[in-house]
């Protein structure tokens, strides 16, 4: 992807659940680089792998899971392979995530206020708490929280979802990272909180000059922030492009169905469009592409052999048997 500076380099990602009926190969083989001060995309359905390449980045796999083999560079160093103790001085501080659901991340009896300063304080040893406070008001306010000083001493359930969700953003950027990752940051949302979500994220990215991972199901998010697009199925990338190359050039049928499905507005509004079928089970993958069973388009040769990333585009793979 050019020739940026890249902050995070995945190569070659396998992560495995070894269980008593067999292994999940819940990413498998993955690539994915983040050039620095860029948002990148992690798209596809429930089940195809995106929270758990996340989670591997985070050093998060809980058992039986485990990385099985490959590597994940961030800033030289190999997170695949560091102690757990060193991971965690770079996992919430160079490395922050915000989770799909902020009522379910954020401690209930904690006033959110605290809980951000807290993050502040454990990864900041140098300042005291009067100013870890003044910082999270700061912050805040940056992320758009009206009356921040007031909202300091607020539980969780006495916000709103989007305040809820800014106050996870807060968390997640009170430590200055170099990599931010969110997993689903608008699930939850109606349209027009997810807007301002999105159009803060981007403000964010271009004041701090912080990268962005951001895994979705939505296209629709992918189109209003990403830079450049990564297409999941089946713990495999099986397209990668520029947002505006992959909106334009389509090229996997499995891509194909995820734009197909986006709802239309119009005087003719079409039935919504669904991908037949469900993505397979891990223990029981197909021979040959793991999409091929649910595919229009399918050959025997998509049976029998598993195709890999070939160039399309400009900057632009897919891995389909029969381009």
């Not at 025997?300 to 793979?317: D, F």
């Amino acid at each position: 992807m050019g020739e940026e500076q890249n902050v995070l380099e995945i190569k070659e990602l396998k992560s495995y659940f070894y269980t008593e009926k067999g292994v999940a190969k819940a990413v498998d083989g993955v690539n994915i680089t983040i050039p620095k001060g860029k948002i990148i995309g992690l798209v596809g359905e429930s089940g195809c792998g995106k929270s758990m390449t996340a989670r591997s980045i985070m050093g998060l796999l809980k058992y039986p899971g485990k990385i099985a083999g490959g590597s994940i560079l961030f800033e030289g160093k190999d997170l695949a392979k560091l102690p757990e103790r060193e991971l965690r001085k770079i996992c919430g501080n160079d490395i922050s995530m915000i989770f799909q659901e902020p009522m379910t991340s954020l401690n209930p009896v904690l006033k959110v206020g605290r809980q951000v300063q807290e993050t502040l304080l454990v990864h900041d040893r140098t300042i005291g708490k009067e100013e870890a406070k003044k910082r999270v008001i700061d912050m805040f306010e940056k992320v758009g929280i009206p009356e921040a000083g007031k909202r300091y001493d607020s539980y969780p359930h006495e916000l709103s979802g989007g305040l809820r969700q800014r106050v996870m953003i807060a968390m997640a950027m009170i430590c200055k990272p170099h990599l931010l990752i969110a997993d689903e940051p608008t699930t939850a949302l109606d349209v027009t909180i997810e807007a301002q979500i999105l159009r803060l994220m981007k403000q964010l990215r271009d004041e701090t000059g912080t990268s962005v991972l951001i895994i979705t199901h939505n296209l629709g998010v992918v189109a209003e922030i990403c830079d450049y697009v990564y297409v999941m199925y089946a713990g495999r990338i099986v397209e990668q492009a520029p947002t505006c190359e992959l909106f334009d050039h389509t090229a996997h049928p499995y891509t194909k169905g995820l734009m197909a499905s986006i709802p239309r507005i119009g005087n003719n509004p079409e039935r919504l469009h669904t991908i037949p079928g469900v993505v397979p089970n891990l223990l029981h993958l197909p021979e040959g592409c793991t999409f091929c069973t649910r595919c229009e388009c399918a050959v025997e040769a998509c049976r029998k052999e598993k195709p890999v990333l070939k160039k399309v585009g400009e900057e632009h793979w897919s891995a389909c048997a029969i381009q």
